[in-house]
């Protein structure tokens, strides 16, 4: 029998929702006493603030890259993508391909 698969439309972009789960650790960061929990909470705040420079579509290269015969472009769709949760390394973990957009 063929697996059923639950989908959930996001009506928040990954920017917004990574903005807001940063905002919401550094609420329960700020009611607990000093301590490893918190550091741990606020260590998660800063790298969702950090994932959210990195998915900015309007995000410009820290380098120049030297690539004689090169045309860059700007990109025609942008894959949108779910993730569960940021290890400790700021990777994203589990990640879900959910489709492609033009924005």
């Avoid at 550091?39 to 579509?57: F, H, N, Y």
């Avoid at 309007?58 to 045309?71: A, E, F, G, N």
């Avoid at 700007?74 to 700021?90: C, L, M, Q």
């Avoid at 990777?91 to 924005?103: N, P």
Wanted: hydrophobic share 35%.
């Amino acid at each position: 029998m063929g697996q059923i698969r639950c989908r959930v439309v996001q009506t928040e972009t990954l920017e917004e929702r990574l903005l807001k789960r940063a905002r919401q650790l550094r609420d329960q960061a700020s009611a607990l006493a000093p301590g490893i929990e918190k550091e741990g909470l606020l260590k998660l705040a800063r790298q969702a603030e950090a994932g959210d420079t990195v998915v900015s579509p309007k995000s410009k290269l820290t380098k120049p890259i030297r690539k004689p015969k090169v045309t860059w472009l700007e990109p025609k769709f942008y894959a949108d993508v779910e993730y569960r949760d940021i290890t400790s390394e700021g990777l994203l973990c589990a990640i879900s391909f959910k489709g492609l957009s033009t924005r």
